[in-house]
């Protein structure tokens, strides 16, 4: 499918990318810039083949596609260097998962030269580090690639056949959406895990207890979720505008609810905890989850 | 280990003491009061021999430990209904998820020739009813019995036995103290759960976008969470102020958490996220959460 790939970033996502690549024949040659040395060595584990690289130089003028997948801090920096570096016409994505702030430094930044077109693999956990990667992270997943006026349908069409080929559900969507949606289903709720961990350590010293250990009963599983990358999620925090509204529409409801409480409110509570269950039968049957019960990872 | 056990409310907890009950042989005969019929007949699938009664009658007087089951909201029947039938000397024992509130039911509405000595096995799904139940459902899990002044020791230790031969680690709490704990540890978690899915619902309607189906980056398993039994949960939430107290905190932490988004501030926000993963650690440490990475469950 391509005669060169460069995979800038190898960790959890990049590794996966370069996985699949390999699993799936998809390029004859793999460069990878990876900064880390320890990663580096865990990714020749894999045996994919690739070569490594420490710069961007001449020796990836001619890659067909480029993949980003460092944290989205990364991006000016590496932007300059593959203007200098890149042939034109070249291919770059990306796999970030904010859109509006990505297109802001690409028109500002990029050479027309380049093509730049932006994916969001709806895939990853809580662990970082390519030694957790796996080349079926993204079968049956969402991926979203951003629709933008004047885009090279050409290479739209490539890459979305790149994401289908390693087992990703391809959907388009305007980067103003996309940053919607996911500030909802995604950056949302990381930060409210992250706020319930804060939450319950600061309880822990006002009340002087031990009470983590009573983790089983729900407090367990938010801590898997805020347990994710810091420096990916902070890149996340700072670059989605829609988090702020998501907050705002929150607290308005955790108050309502603060407030149903107080005044034993008896149906309207039971509605509003009876609505939850809609959401997550869709959610199951839209293939988000499986229905089986969880009783607790073991 | 009895001769007769009375169970009130056989769904995922009774059923299951129900299973292990007859898994590990601790009453010759056990009787079982539950009003759905559609869970009767799931009941009798488990050949447990149990004898169903409708009401409770003489025919339970000399039973020597009655386990409540059912929803807090309906302790207050129950009692007075155990109050005129049960023999002087009997134990009581309940599974409920707050303690302070029913130390005062009881104090207010026990038969004081009755002994009612709280539990509170930490275990459960988000699903309910019997067909869900487990034999093993306790085993290696904490169950809180809660201590009081003046209480019979010779049944206390009786019960500590109970639990722990159907596999819960017991663990001696005062009622302050567990709701406090649990205040934090579950009831905060789950209402968060539940406001998080609303505020998803309400985005929906406002973005007239089917954003959950999108769910897989995090949504998913709050959904989860939130799916769990509404008149369970009810009464927890009207049952322990606690509550407020941690919705207060976790408020207060939101608004901090908002104004580091909005100031940027970059050494805060990393500190405070990576400050997470020592709960996490924890958590893990203390075996209330595996360490294996979710990509979720497939």
């Known amino acids: 499918m391509f005669k060169k790939i460069l995979i800038i970033g190898c960790g959890l996502i990049g590794s996966s990318i370069l996985r699949a690549i390999k699993n799936k024949k998809l390029s004859k040659k793999i460069f990878v810039l990876e900064k880390s040395k320890k990663n580096i060595s865990k990714i020749k584990k894999i045996k994919s083949n690739c070569k490594f690289i420490k710069t961007i130089n001449k020796e990836i003028y001619d890659v067909d596609l480029v993949i980003i997948s460092t944290p989205m801090s990364e991006y000016e920096k590496i932007i300059q260097k593959l203007n200098n570096t890149l042939k034109p016409n070249a291919l770059i994505t990306d796999v970030g998962s904010t859109k509006q702030n990505t297109i802001k430094l690409k028109n500002k930044s990029l050479s027309k ?8 693999p709806i895939a990853g956990s809580e662990v970082s580090g390519p030694e957790y990667g796996n080349k079926n992270l993204f079968l049956n997943k969402w991926c979203v690639i951003i629709k933008e006026k004047k885009q090279n349908l050409k290479k739209l069409n490539l890459l979305k056949k790149f994401w ?5 559900k391809v959907v388009l969507m305007n980067a103003n959406d996309h940053d919607n949606i996911f500030s909802i289903t995604s950056h949302l709720p990381h930060l409210i895990a992250y706020n319930l961990i804060k939450t319950a350590q600061d309880s822990e010293k006002v009340q002087r207890k031990n009470l ?17 990358n810091e420096v990916m999620w902070r890149d996340i925090f700072f670059s989605n505008d829609n988090i702020i509204k998501g907050i705002n529409l929150f607290t308005k409801n955790l108050n309502t609810f603060k407030k149903i409480i107080q005044n034993k409110n008896n149906k309207k509570l039971l509605s509003r905890l009876s609505n939850s269950k809609k959401a997550r039968r869709k959610i199951v049957q839209l293939k988000q989850d499986i229905a089986k019960p969880d009783f607790g990872r073991e």
């Open 113 to 120: 030269k380049i093509h730049w077109i932006l994916s969001h």
């Open 212 to 228: 983590i250990q009573y983790s089983a009963g729900g407090l367990r599983d938010f801590s898997r979720i805020a347990a994710s």
């Open 164 to 168: 289908k080929k390693i087992g990703s």
